[in-house]
Structure formats: C-alpha cells, structure tokens
C-alpha cells in the first residue's frame, strides 16, 4: 500500500517545533538587523580599503594594457565590499582565507603590501610568490591566505580541509572559502557541503555571486539560482546578502562567524555583487548591455554607497579626496616597484619544485 | 601630467590590432569607466576603458588605422588642472620594445641564461641493520600499518582519512587496528567522495596538518587527480615555497584479480611524469614499512603505490626502531652480472622468479627494485648497465608511456656506450584488462616473458 502523502508542514511557531529553524535562523537575525553598526572610523577605513582594491585593479588593468601583466588577470572591480565586509570581521591571528583566481582583492583586503601583489602580476622576484605564481596563484602563509587557486571549485574542498585542520588543532579559527556563482555548479562543492555538515566543520562558505559565470548568465546556467538556498540538503544554513553594501556584508559576517565559532557547523552566504570589469581581461562583453553595467555603477556601486553613509554622517568631500589621493599614491608607488623590480634569476627555475632534497 | 593613453593588449596573445572607431573626440570629458573607443582583433571588437580621469587632449591614431602595435600611444589625455592645448603629443611614439628584465611580452628574445637543475643527493644508503638483528616474518599488510602507527605515535598531526578505514578496518585491511589505538578524531571514515575528501586531505596539509588519504583503490583517485595534482605537487612552486603540501595518498594500485578493466591499472607512469610529486612504489614488506614512514614524514606531497595481490606477501623486516628508508633510491635485490631486469611493485616478485629461472639455464641476472618512480635512481640503473651491459624492463602496466618507456630513454641518453643489445620492455599487453581468466592471464606480464626478453638481450634465444 502507498504510503500517504505527508501533510505539509504548518509554519511553526517556536524554534522547538521548527525543525528546519537553523536552515533560516541566520537569515531571520541579518532581516532584523541589516548593517552593522561601524563607527565613523571603521567606516572610513572600509571606504579606503574598498577605494584601495579599486584603485589597484584599474592601475592592473593599465599595466595588462600595456603588456607588462601577461596571461589571465581577472579583476575585482564592483566587488569590493564583499572582501571588504567579510575579511574586517575575521580574527587574523586565527581565521584562514582562501579564494579562486580573482583573489587581487582578497590579498589587499589583508592589508598584505600592494607591490608584492602587483609585482607578482608583473612576474617579478620581488612577487609575493617569486614571480611564479602570477595572478591566480598567490598565498601568504603569514596571513593565513591559502590562495589564490585557478581550478574553479577547487578552493572549496582544500578549504573544508583548512577547517579541518582548525578543528583538528582546536585552535578557535574557522576558515572562510569563497567561490564565484560559476564555481557553485562543481560538484566537489557539494562533496565538501556534505562532509563540512558530517563534520561540523568551521567553515563559511561564500558564493561571491556577480551574476555571471564568464559569459554564462546564471539563469542560463544554474537550476537553482538563490544560491544561499543550495546548502539546504546538506542542512547547511544559508544566508541571502546584498554584496554591494559593505555594512550588510559585516553585519552578515558578524551572524555567521558567531554561529560557526560556537560550533554549530558551516553557513553558505551567498553575497549577490556585480563585476564591472570582463571576466578575464579578453572579454567580448557581448553577454551583457552596457546600459546594465552602468546601471550597477549609477546606483549600487558599493565605494559611491559607502561614501554617501559617510557624507551623511559627518565626514567632508576634501577629507575623502585626501584619501582617494592617498590611495592613487600607494597604487602608482606599486605599479612602479612592479615594473621596475628585475625578473627572477635564470636559477630559480628549478627552486621550490620540492622541498626536500632527494 | 597629461597621461598617455597607449594602444592595450586586450589578451594574452594579442600584438597588434585595428583601431576600428574613436567614441570620444578631441576636447571631450572623459571620466573612469567611459568607452573611448573599438577595437578589433581578430578574435573580437573590445571596447577600450578609460581608467583615468581628464580631458581628451590629441588623438594620435585615426581610426580605422589597421596594425596597431600593442603600447603606441594612441592620445593624450589632459589631467585635471590641465589646458587641452597645452597636451603635447609625446616625443616618441614607437610602440614599447622589449626591455631585457622588464619581463614584457613583446618581442622577447630566446633565453641564453643556464639552467641549472638541482643536484641530486649522492651515497645516500639504507639504514645498516646492526649485526644481530631479529627479523620478523610480517605482511606488507601488517607492515604498512605498522609505518603508519609508529609515525601516528610519535606526532599529533598525522591522521588517516578514507572510504572504511576506521570501523570497518580498512578495505583491504591495511588500516586494522588504527581506529582502537588512535579513535576517531585520527582514523576518520569519509563518505564516497574522492574528489571531496582529497580536497579536504590536501587543505589539511596546507593548513599544518599531515595527513594520510586512503584511497580504496587508485583507480578511483582518477576522480580526485586534479587535488593530487593541481592543488597538492603544484602550490608549493606557485607560492615561491611558501605553501607546503606534507600530504600521503595511498592505496593499492595496479591489477588485482578478475576484477575487470575499470578496477586494473597501473598509475605509476601518470603520477611520476608530474613535477612536484614524490611517487613510491615499494615491493617488499620491509620497503613498505621504511618507505611508508619516509613518506609520512616528508614536507612534499607523496603518491604511495601499494598492490593488492602483494599486500598478503610475508617477508622479513628488521626488528628495528625507526626503520626509516631513503625515497629516491633503488635497491638491488639480486646481485648479477650478464643482464639487468629493472623492476617495481609486483613486477618485482617476477623478475626475480625470472632471474632463478635464467640462473638454470646459465644466465647471471641483476635485479634492481626501482622502489621510487620519481625522482627515479637513473644512477643506479646506468651502473648496473654498466656492469652487465643489457637491460631489461619488467612492468606491470601498459607499455605506452610507462615507466619502461622511461628507462629506455636513460638508457639511450646516457648509457648508450654500454649497452650490446636494445634495452626492452616487457608489459602488460596494451589492451583495458579483460575479465575472463584465460584472457587475463594472456593480458598480464608474467616471469616466462621477462625469461624470454632476458634470453633475446643476451642473444640466447
């Protein structure tokens, strides 16, 4: 005999007869509160530090222009609050980090020194990882930033091993692993869901989603395109937040950190954002108007959103030139030590292969 | 300052291009993010950003100007507190030339600097087993087990992941007794997930950890190579040495029995073309457990190559602390002097079945255990050619590409003066592995054909 259809679930009124409450919990508490309150300071210093990863980016983009950056070089323009909003919430004596290949901003986003960025996608000695690595491929172990990885996926279960090693050595660190709206439809992704929920790993997973999957759009590409929902399965709970507005972005960070340090498991939070720029550098841009990409500049370009809470709320129009005059300073001074530094030694082509001799 | 605006290259390959349309003229603001003009290469029309902020001061080139070189200055941009008519066009337009060290793309010449590869280390030996040991009768099984318990004892941070390592004790038993003494945190059971749980084993030795990945058989690895090659054998280049990958994979690799083609095959020659892997194939029980325990303890990421059909095999191994073997070093297990059979893993219990039944009928043979596929001991087998001046390779894998194919190429590279007969190779046949016993056993390399081989190098056949 069939079984009979089960009666569909009325919405429950207590956490106690809820049984999917985690699934939104996180969800509920970021709509009851959506920015997090910064002080005019914290805020001044999200608006350089986002201001920085622009700045850089552009002046990238030049330096590939003109031939002295090679190969692929995907920038981070547009997307700034979300590193921004997530990395100033992160304990950096303890929180690991790692990305795919648009991992410029990521990197700036730890305060690591832009001339050892940019002089990496210069390929030169003085790059952060010897000129060897190049754009996709950078790490700082001081900082704990693994990377910088060129495989779409790939971070995320090298990742859950990360999270792995923080619960391993108990050492109170959860590692925050982002990945694009591309990357959301490899299956290891979905592995490491599994095995981070088995485990309770101290994980946040970030679908930095900016809508489109090199020229792929996401409705054209994904079944399920609210991708804070996908963990569901996994009874991971997921997140929805607007990546274009840094002080959501923290707040959200705040709620997720929260929920995987006291031990509860991994949160998916999708940060929806937009990239200005093409995918790689060769971009045809014909997936997209133009009138849609200006249409995100105009009205929700997070640096211009972040400047208004800032203009409302005391600061001057002069005091925030002086830093954009600042920041085209650091951003010249790094494009110069990138093309003036030397190309590595002829001798380090076999370094580094392995470690150990044998 | 004026800022020039120079023709970009729009994508990796790309030197020159049309300048197909200007979208600004001459005197027109112009603020970040505002498309100046098309440009054409012969894969796409671009659309040319500014980046900069000012006034369009002089257009350099027209358009519709074709063969643009990549880094002509184009126009001039005026700067904020600039007149336009003050812009001057630059006194040199030329496109950018290469500037030996400056590293551009453009016009590079060919690189006359040597290459200096790293020295190999020499006189590297096994451990000397003090007179008077005792040896004990153990199972590679046992011994395998055995490496990996005494590293697990004596540091925190190695652990062992895999598909039914822990309560079920491991597939094939490798891991028995693992989860009793270690508990759970340290003997982990994954769900079927290569692809997943390699991820997460390589993220783990990233993050400090040492970990031991189980995989059930290698053949399923196939779904998780891509961590055990691109993430684990490359990031430590990628990073300039930074980020290092202290990772084992490990499982029984090669044929087994009557368990078909998807479930056979040898990936000794995959994993060993790779630069950044250490790739161990050991024979014996007590190269399992020295060997094992040299891989655990290595800072590089290692493929561990056991065999199904030898993990049952007994063999004495020294009753020792520590035993602790040397990677990258081959082992002669049997001493000789008209010909040389190099082989690894199984193949080895058959060349040296082959060189007793060589030894009947006249012939000297000198067995050689690679052990290490990468770095391979090239010394050790052009010194054992040297001696006998015929060579033989035993493998059981395919023969395209093989480690065989390899040491070939030594041989011809550097032991060309040595050698009175061609080096050859006896593999399996180059087919997927049939089911059916009969033609398994035609399929496979087996002691009669490495005979044979030997017998044809020393023109005895």
Redesign the interface.
Known sequence: MAKAPRSKKKPAQSPAEDTDFVLHSLQDALEKKKRYDASQEQMLHFYEQMLLIRRFEERAGQLYGLGLIGGFCHLYIGQEAVAIGLQSALDGEKDSVITGYRDHGHMLAYGIDPKVIMAELTGREAGISKGKGGSMHMFSTEHKFYGGHGIVGAQVALGGGLALAHQYNNDGGLCLAYFGDGAANQGQVYETFNMASLWKLPIVFVVENNQYAMGTSTARSSAETEFYRRGTAFRIPGMDVNGMDVLEVRQAAEIAFKHVREGKGPVLMECNTYRYRGHSMSDPAKYRTREEVQDVREHKDPIEGLKKVLLENGSTEDELKAIDKGIRKTVTEAADFAENSPEPDASELYTDVLVEEY | MAIEL???????T?EEGTLAKWLKAEGDEIV??D?IAEIETD?????F?A?DEGTLGKIMVAEGTEGVK??TVIAMLAGEDEEVSDVEAPAESAP?DDVP??????GREP?E?????????VDVKDPEVPEGTTFVSTTVREALRDGMAEEMRQDERV?VMGEEVAEYQGAYKVTQGLLDEFGP?RVID??I?E???????????????R?IVEFMTFNFAMQAI??II??AAK??????????CPVVFRGPNGAASRVGAQHSQNYGPWYASV??L?VIAPYDAADAKGLMKAAIR???PVVFLENELVYGRSFDVPDVDDYVL???KARIMREGSDVTIVAYSIAVGLALEAAEQLAGEGIDAEVIDLR?LR?LDRDAILTSLAKTNRLVIAEEGWPTCSIAAEVMAICMEDGFDHLDAPVLRVCDEDVPLPYAANLEKLALIDAPRIVKAAKKVCYRD
Request: hydrophobic share 35%.
């Open positions: 120079k023709m970009p290259a729009l994508s990796p790309m970040a993010g498309i894969k796409a029309t671009m659309e950003e980046v990549v880094g950018v060290g400056e590293g551009k793309d453009v690189s600097a040597e290459i200096t590869k790293p020295a190999r280390k652990f945190k994954t769900p997930t692809y997943g749980f390699a991820g997460i084993g390589t993220g783990a030795a990233m993050g400090g950890l970990p891509d961590h691109n993430s990031t430590n280049y990628m990073s300039g040495g930074q980020m290092r630069p950044g250490i290595c800072e590089d040397p990677i990258g290490t770095p």
